[in-house]
């Protein structure tokens, strides 16, 4: 303790120049007393880091992290860049509003893997946020991309047996090397998957397609499946892009040997003319879905292609990216914002009614004498040590039409029995429940200032002449105003981010944009969206808080005398 | 003597003291489980359903095996769950307990493993092949289905209003004049939307054709606009047997097993409206990438416990039809009230007259859409 009086106390640079001119002063033990200063200092504040250790990890990994996630969450869009490599790719080169041939057949690449690894689904869900039908186009486009180009595949077998042999295939595309590592693999039997095919340069370079149809349908053969390429006959994409690639380059046959130059000869031959049918990727879409001849999907698909996207904050309010830029949804589209304001103002509201009802409570409990304001304190926290869903699920039993207010209203005449009033499900009975189950966080910082302000300013106050009112008015209330300010900056943020009270007690009208949010984590699994509205009300809280500071003064608001 | 087989059983049912005999007699036909973990997490609904599935064969399995059952009542949020375990990499659960539309959500994005059915699962005690036995439910790979059961209507006999009037048409739900007083339906476009297109003149069978069309949905909300300030939402099942029995509505839509027990345990005033229910199936999925001991264990349980007997036994907690054709004639009586419950079962023809069977293909494809697309209409 002594080191911080001299750190706090006695700034040291001045003290030691003053006390020694000729050279540094020195502590007790010789070293210079800056030097010993800082050390002792050093070790104070490492003494002080450990003391905070646990808590500082605790908040670091259950708040801090969270938060972090949650924001990366709401920007994040990795999932069309990476079910989609292809495509994206190919997109990028083709600027057309429906793009051509080549984006179609990555399209069918891409799907085809997509679909054995089953993310074609998480796909569909994620597009269909941005725009609707795009879930079931790529289940069903995702249903049908399997049969794509089976003709061909059914004319190329037709033609030769051997190319529904794997072993036709690995013949003719494998790398010699590869086969030499995949006979060691196949001999040692042991249970780690095959190694990861790799093409010869001769097929790369005269069979580009076909290699890399093939590598796809390997690679998802192995990794995914953990079977063997040499036991699978590869996909009919494959079967197409080998048809393509001969079309294109019909003289192929000649960098391969054997029995590989023959049949790639007698295929090219049946290419030519026709008995090997020229199918267009682009057709087969269309005639799975019209959607892909339309401008819009593609559109979408180029929008959210990049790996980062600002789609989930436009939707939470309400605007979309569309291929012009920014745009507000369709009205009936339109939620989010109408939920943002309703949250705010029924906030508002519910700390307005806890200031009017708990403010004469907590004056009462500080003026009264002791043992009354005692029983009173005990009246105000035994709701408050109640659980939550105990009380929310009484003020069900209390609110409903066949519920005991509206029972005493009906026996007492007040209201006729056809017209009870509808005081549940609705915004009456969140901002009564709420209002109930935040007026502790009112009155006991309240009655904590109260406490605090002495009885002889009101006496002053009367003595000299002021009466009741002005006495309370004038002197009493402005020093009550702090506990005013921290209840209703607790009442406030407590009530922005509720969610079991108006869930249970708020039907449709009476939620909160925290229920949406519940909503999308748990049921819709939109958790982009979840990420991108939590990330906004947690804005605008420390916006208001803010806002808060600069007009009354954070310094201003006390929870204790 | 496969008739003395069923006379038997139907026998044993009979008799609360039947549950030992019946455990020995599956002790020595429960093959040894080698390499099987010995413990289990079973996510399931809670309540009156989780209760059945235990008594009929997770307690007998567990007499059997010795092995722990821990218990997740989590299903309403099952996928959200298998997906979060995923994405953490730790898979908490081995069994789980879903609908129909949810497994086929979890199969089509690979949270479920696909299992083999004829190797699974025991074949029906008729002699029947577990395609035959299972039938229509076996809806997808991943599903093995429990109990098919319905979402209906009840209302309550009581409602002074009504002039002695009882609702006998899926309609009456549409019909505020003669019907006044809330009704309660489910925070979702399932079945809701189909039911409104019945009462908006579409044929049964054509429903989906029409909700497939651009306007269907649209034409189905307008439908329900007509009665959306008299509609209490509920997202539980538990909550339309407590409206009705507190009187804050007059009619609601819940699954039948829970109007079971508001009718037949509870003794409240409340009777089913049959018309269009709405079929669908509630079963087991196993979670994709499970260990070995872990998977083990779980197909050992799984046979167990869909064999015939077992699918049979759980009708007797819980009015909801097997999902074996082969259980059906096991059905008997409840098992603390002793009442037949057949009557109650969603399958018994007087039920089925006007029956609607929920499109799992249909609403996989088009969840996301219809979904967005209702909530938005709610929250308006």
């Known amino acids: 303790m002594a080191d911080a009086t001299i750190s706090g106390g006695l700034p040291q640079g001045r003290g030691a120049k003053t006390a020694s001119p000729g050279g540094p002063m020195l502590a007790a033990d010789g070293t210079p007393l800056r030097a010993s200063l800082a050390r002792s200092l050093r070790r104070q504040k490492m003494r002080a880091l450990l003391l905070i250790a646990p808590l500082l990890l605790f908040i670091l990994v259950t708040f801090v992290m969270p938060i972090g996630d949650m924001l990366f969450r709401s920007v994040e869009n990795h999932i069309v860049a990476d079910t989609l490599p292809r495509t994206v790719a190919a997109l990028r080169d083709d600027p057309s509003e429906v793009p051509g041939e080549p984006v179609f057949r990555a399209m069918a690449e891409d799907l085809q893997v997509a679909v054995e690894e089953k993310t074609h689904t998480q796909l569909g869900t994620r597009l269909n946020y941005e725009s609707s039908g795009m879930s079931s186009l790529l289940r069903g486009t995702g249903r049908d991309v399997k049969g794509m180009g089976e003709d061909v595949a059914k004319a190329v077998t037709g033609l030769d047996d051997a190319w529904e042999e794997p072993g036709t295939w690995v013949a003719l595309l494998a790398d010699p090397a590869w086969v030499q590592t995949q006979a060691e693999w196949a001999a040692a039997d042991d249970k780690s998957p095959e190694p990861a095919f790799a093409a010869s340069a001769a097929a790369t370079e005269r069979l580009p397609r076909t290699v890399e149809a093939y590598q796809a349908f390997a690679h998802v053969t192995q990794a995914d499946d953990g079977d063997s390429v040499t036991e699978e006959e590869p996909w009919n994409l494959a079967y197409v892009a080998l048809a393509d690639d001969l079309r294109a380059d019909p003289g192929a046959a000649e960098a391969f040997e054997g029995d590989n130059r023959a049949r790639l000869d007698a295929l090219s031959a049946a290419v030519a003319d026709g008995t090997v049918p020229a199918v267009s990727y682009r057709d087969m879409f269309v005639e799975s879905d019209d959607a892909w001849g339309e401008p819009g999907t593609w559109s979408v698909l180029r929008t959210f292609s990049s790996r980062f996207t600002p789609g989930y904050y436009l939707n939470a309010v309400d605007l979309k990216l569309g291929p012009n830029g920014i745009e507000m949804r369709e009205p009936k589209d339109r939620i989010y914002l109408q939920l943002f304001v309703r949250t705010l103002v029924m906030s508002l509201v519910i700390t307005g009614t806890c200031i009017l009802l708990g403010y004469p409570i907590a004056f009462l409990l500080a003026n009264l004498p002791e043992r009354t304001a005692n029983l009173l304190m005990i009246l105000v926290l035994l709701p408050f040590w109640t659980s939550l869903l105990v009380r929310t699920s009484a003020w069900k039993v209390l609110l409903q039409q066949q519920g005991v207010i509206n029972d005493i209203l009906v026996w007492l005449g007040i209201v006729g029995d056809g017209n009870r009033l509808a005081l549940i499900n609705n915004q009456t009975g969140t901002i009564i429940a709420m209002t109930h189950i935040l007026l502790p966080f009112m009155i006991l910082p309240l009655y904590s200032v109260m406490k605090g302000i002495p009885k002889s300013y009101v006496r002053a106050a009367k003595s000299l002449g002021a009466n009741d009112w002005t006495a309370f008015w004038r002197v009493y209330f402005p020093q009550s105003v702090p506990g005013i300010g921290a209840g209703s900056i607790l009442c406030f943020i407590l009530a922005i981010g509720y969610y079991i009270t108006p869930e249970l007690v708020g039907g449709t009208k009476g939620v909160f944009i925290s229920n949406r949010i519940a909503y999308h984590i748990s049921d819709s699994l939109n958790w982009g969206l979840a990420a991108a509205l939590g990330t906004i009300l947690l804005a605008v809280v420390m916006l208001l808080y803010w806002a808060y500071d600069r007009l009354v003064g954070i310094d201003n608001v006390k929870l204790g005398g | ?380």
């Open chain 2, 1 to 380: 003597m496969r008739i003395t087989k069923l006379l038997g059983s139907a026998a044993l049912a009979l008799l609360p003291m039947a549950a030992p005999v019946l455990a020995q007699d599956a002790a020595t036909e429960l093959p040894p489980c080698d390499g099987c973990s010995d413990s289990m997490v079973i996510m399931s609904w809670g309540g009156a359903y989780q209760n059945s599935q235990l008594k009929a064969y997770v307690e007998p399995y567990q007499a059997l095996t010795g092995i722990t059952v821990t218990w997740d009542e989590s299903s309403n949020e099952a996928i959200a769950k298998l997906r979060a375990a995923q994405e953490a990499g730790n898979m908490p659960y081995d069994l789980v307990d879903v609908e129909g539309p949810d497994s086929q959500r979890a199969c089509d994005e690979g949270l479920a493993a696909e299992i083999d059915f004829d190797e699974a699962l025991a074949p029906g005690s008729d002699g029947s092949s577990v395609e035959d036995d299972f039938g229509d439910s076996l809806i997808n790979d991943c599903f093995v289905p429990q109990i098919y059961f319905s979402t209906t209507f009840g209302y309550r006999t009581d409602v002074a209003e009504w002039n002695g009037q009882t609702p006998d048409d899926i309609c009456d739900i549409f019909d505020t004049a003669t019907f006044p007083g809330k009704r309660s339906l489910q925070a979702s476009p399932k079945k809701n939307l189909e039911w409104a297109l019945v009462c908006d003149g579409v044929p049964a069978d054509q429903v989906y054709d029409v909700l497939d069309t651009p306007e269907g949905v649209d034409r189905a909300l307008a439908k329900l606009d007509t009665i959306k300030d008299d509609v209490i939402w509920w997202t539980a099942g538990a909550e339309t047997p407590q409206l009705l029995a507190d009187k804050e509505v007059v009619m609601g839509s819940t699954y039948n097993g829970r109007l079971f027990s508001v009718i037949a345990e509870e003794k409240q005033p409340v009777a089913m409206l049959w018309d269009y229910e709405n079929f669908d199936f509630d079963g087991w999925i196993v979670p994709a990438g499970l260990d070995e001991a872990r998977m083990n264990r779980v197909m050992h349980f799984l046979r167990f416990a869909t064999d015939t007997q077992r699918l049979a036994d759980q009708a007797k907690y819980i009015a909801y039809g097997p999902a074996r054709a082969s259980s059906q004639p096991l059905v008997s009586t409840h098992i603390d009230l002793g009442i037949e419950m057949a009557p109650f079962m969603p399958t018994n023809p007087d039920n089925m007259k006007n029956y609607l069977v929920n499109n799992i293909e249909w609403w996989s494809d088009h969840q996301d859409e219809v979904e967005a697309k209702f909530q938005a209409w709610l929250g308006q």
